[in-house]
């Protein structure tokens, strides 16, 4: 199922007061754009690892409480 990365970024902006620094530090710790992802962006298993792995990080969580 495609689009779970931007489901990914959805939520820590939701879940974060500051969305553009949140946003700027997984941009940051992944060194890519992750405003890019899509809908249609195909799925990384690779990448949603490291992109969970930056979320739980900016917004201080031991884990990663979206269900995908």
Do not use: Q, Y
Request: no cysteine.
């Amino acid at each position: 199922m495609a689009g779970r990365l931007k489901k990914i970024v959805d939520h820590v902006k939701a879940r974060s007061f500051f969305n553009n620094l949140a946003i700027s530090m997984l941009n940051m710790k992944l060194n890519t754009d992750v405003e890019r992802f899509s809908d249609n962006t195909p799925d990384d298993p690779e990448l949603e690892k490291k992109l969970i792995e930056a979320a739980k990080e900016v917004l201080g969580k031991d884990k990663f409480d979206l269900v995908l």
